[in-house]
């Protein structure tokens, strides 16, 4: 086996983030971590969202490898690592992931679905791992009360809307601004579809909830959503923000926030530690992974590409019409 791998790094440029093939070393896998050969990773909207920042004029600009997923199997194991093996089909969110190579904690390891193939594998960590974390360990959302995924056709929300089916959440409703997505939103369980371009949507979200409002909104549209987002809630609503691919800023009624009692609240792993990050995988891991053996969730895979072929998948995403995960592969 080659000593050097092609890795794909983000670079700062005068306008944003330039893609940058780099010949590095195939890293060793230190105590505690396992070196995994990938064979599918995916994409994320998160990165094209960051990429201008990525500027020459910004001073904590720096280059960095790209890929926040895999799946995968084990070719080399570390000291300490005695719960997997070399061959060990495997999957997780882990660091640069636009590689064939990538070396991971053994912590944030999770064994891949019987019946899974590497693709559908790649599509599982980072957007079941974010919306269980926007769900459960933020939102706390209970048995029977609502929720509400905007974006319902993103990677998160298709995650997010299986995640609150198996938490028996009611009414799951999923928002979307094409109506052509609303049949695949209701397969994976959303009780109704919202299009959010129909005038007073928040009219439909109300009365679909007995006229309480929602109880939980997981949010990945952003500031352009926010004041009917604030209206759509119930009483000590919760509204957890997990993108914002749309706008960073919209208006916000602090007297309406204060009469309805809601919480707002910030999810990201871009200011979490290795530590909490982890956790989060191993949250995710115990109380959920067994659902795709029950066949209560899947992934949701609505196009791959060929890993060369990275610039046309972000094109891709960047015309809004998937649903569910776009997956490069390496074989």
Not at 183 to 208: C, F, M
Not at 269 to 287: D, G, H, I, P, Y
Request: charged letters at 20%.
């Amino acid at each position: 086996m080659s000593q050097t791998m092609k890795a794909l790094y983000n670079v700062p440029g005068p306008e944003g983030a330039i893609p940058q093939w780099r010949e590095v070393p195939i890293p060793t896998p230190g105590a505690g971590e396992v070196l995994v050969r990938i064979h599918a990773t995916a994409i994320n909207r998160g990165e094209l969202i960051r990429r201008p920042e990525l500027r020459l004029d910004n001073p904590n600009a720096k280059p960095g490898r790209g890929g926040t997923e895999f799946g995968g199997e084990i070719e080399a194991v570390g000291a300490g690592v005695s719960q997997w093996k070399v061959g060990d089909r495997v999957m997780a969110r882990a660091h640069g992931c636009y590689a064939p190579f990538t070396v991971v904690d053994q912590r944030a390891l999770m064994r891949i679905p019987a019946g899974l193939s590497w693709v559908q594998a790649a599509a599982i960590p980072n957007v079941f791992i974010t919306a269980h974390d926007a769900i459960v360990s933020n939102a706390h959302l209970a048995a029977g009360e609502s929720v509400m995924i905007t974006a319902g056709s993103s990677g998160v929300g298709t995650a997010a809307i299986q995640i609150a089916r198996c938490l028996e959440a009611q009414p799951v409703l999923a928002t979307t601004r094409a109506s052509t997505k609303s049949e695949a939103l209701r397969s994976l369980g959303a009780d109704q579809v919202i299009n959010t371009t129909a005038p007073g949507w928040t009219e439909a979200v109300i009365k679909a909830t007995g006229g309480r409002g929602v109880d939980v909104i997981i949010d990945h549209v952003g500031g352009s959503m926010l004041p009917d987002n604030i209206k759509a809630l119930a009483i000590k609503g919760r509204l957890v923000s997990v993108g914002r691919n749309d706008t960073k800023v919209g208006p916000c009624d602090l007297d309406e926030v204060a009469r309805e009692r809601i919480s707002i609240i910030g999810v990201t792993f871009r200011t979490r530690s290795a530590e909490e990050a982890l956790l989060c995988s191993e949250r995710f891991a115990e109380q959920m992974l067994g659902e795709f053996d029950r066949g209560r969730m899947h992934p949701v895979v609505d196009r791959t590409f060929a890993f060369e072929q990275i610039n046309d998948a972000h094109a891709y995403m960047l015309g809004n019409a998937q649903v569910g995960k776009i997956v490069l592969t390496m074989d």
